[in-house]
């Protein structure tokens, strides 16, 4: 096992059709450290999907250099890299059944005579033979053992006589993540794996997942559209946009301090509700014509900030439902999404005609067209600068 590190990794696809070259990675600096779950997520086209090609060795770095351990690997053929890539689509071989799908790579990692070759097919063709007439060969005997061994860990057993056609999506995603795992690599590539399945399966093959690289301790790097997987499987999360990292940092981290508006309304479902303030005196901010305290971390950047105008933040918990008074906000409520144990009211404030949403336990009975008095937690408030990056204390930002 080993960590890995992107190094001024660039990769630029060249123009077609008399257009412009495509740059898809831009100068990307990363350290996945040894062991660690690291998930990466973005917009479609941000280049998530390119840096596991990198890595894997299926497309060539532009310029720059990946690492794994100490080892440079830009140059070295993807057969010899050690890792071990898990598709969207399963890219399992249809003339194979499960048993041989997961010892396809066992088989082709190292190279073989002709008469070991004639001896391995020579044990396959007779393992069902009674004793005394099966062909021994010591290593198809390693990797059948080293299949067992898999099989079991993913509760495939039962079916590795099985063809890929005979099985459901969720056995198939497990014989794929069995292929890789039989490789025993240096770090597990996983590019949307679980896209196709349904949600309950989802929810089963996640924790599984998670479970494994626990127990296998592989450097994993996961690549995911899903918030849910982002958040509760990566122990670190990498935001790309435009192939330049945002962010890196634990799930709470992003969520609660994200560093720009991009993070802040990517990473979250629903996002941050953002709306354009005036800092007022005393660490307070105007929206429209009311004035709200702000307490904690932020009272010290707006008092050096009395006067500008900034982007203000707040996550839907943050926002609660409150009686009338002068202090609290009037909106109307839009929309309202009931999830059995929470719902999302969609509404329009008053001062200043925001739309935010607010998250809300289910007892609350609002309806659309209401009206309703919102207060905001005075400690949930995150601000953005003109250039959309996060304001923050310098020295609490850097721990």
Excluded at 22 to 49: A, D, M
Excluded at 127 to 137: C, E, G, M, T
Excluded at 313 to 339: D, M
Aim: glycine share 8%.
């Amino acid at each position: 096992m080993a960590g890995v590190r992107f190094e001024d990794l660039s990769k630029t696809y060249p123009a077609r059709g008399g257009g412009d070259p495509v740059e898809v990675i831009r100068q990307l600096n990363l350290t996945i450290q040894n062991g660690e779950f690291l998930v990466l997520v973005g917009p479609s086209g941000c280049g998530k999907s390119t840096l596991l090609r990198l890595l894997a060795g299926l497309d060539r770095p532009t310029s720059g250099e990946i690492r794994i351990g100490t080892r440079p690997i830009s140059d070295v053929p993807p057969a010899r890299r050690n890792v071990a890539m898990v598709f969207q689509s399963y890219a399992l071989y249809p003339h194979l059944n499960v048993r041989d799908n997961l010892s396809f790579g066992l088989r082709r990692s190292q190279s073989r005579s002709t008469l070991q070759r004639i001896q391995d097919q020579a044990f396959r063709a007779t393992r069902s033979l009674p004793n005394p007439l099966r062909v021994r060969s010591v290593r198809e005997q390693r990797i059948e053992t080293r299949i067992d061994t898999v099989a079991k860990s993913l509760e495939l057993t039962e079916l590795l006589d099985r063809w890929p056609k005979e099985l459901s999506g969720g056995q198939k995603q497990r014989v794929a993540l069995g292929r890789a795992m039989a490789r025993n690599p240096e770090v597990f590539l996983m590019d949307e794996p679980l896209s196709n399945l349904d949600a309950k399966l989802r929810t089963s093959t996640r924790q599984r997942i998670v479970e494994l690289q626990r127990e296998l301790g592989t450097t994993t790097v996961y690549v995911t559209h899903d918030q849910v997987e982002a958040m509760t499987m990566g122990h670190r999360i990498a935001v790309l946009n435009q192939g330049r990292l945002q962010q890196l940092g634990t799930p709470m981290e992003l969520y609660q301090w994200p560093s720009n508006i991009f993070v802040a309304q990517f990473i979250g479902s629903p996002p941050m509700c953002l709306m354009p303030v005036t800092v007022g005196p005393n660490a307070t901010l105007i929206l429209g014509g009311k004035r709200i305290q702000v307490e904690g971390e932020m009272m010290e950047q707006l008092l050096r900030r009395e006067g500008q105008n900034l982007t203000a933040g707040l996550r839907p918990e943050h926002w609660h439902l409150a009686p009338a008074t002068n202090r609290n906000l009037k909106a109307k409520v839009s929309h309202c999404e009931r999830l059995g144990n929470e719902q999302i009211l969609t509404c329009r404030l008053e001062d200043g005609g925001h739309l935010i949403q607010v998250r809300s336990t289910p007892e609350v009975n609002v309806n659309p067209g209401d009206q309703i008095n919102l207060e905001s937690d005075p400690t949930g408030w995150r601000l953005f600068d003109d250039d959309g990056e996060a304001i923050r204390d310098q020295q609490l930002s850097a721990l």
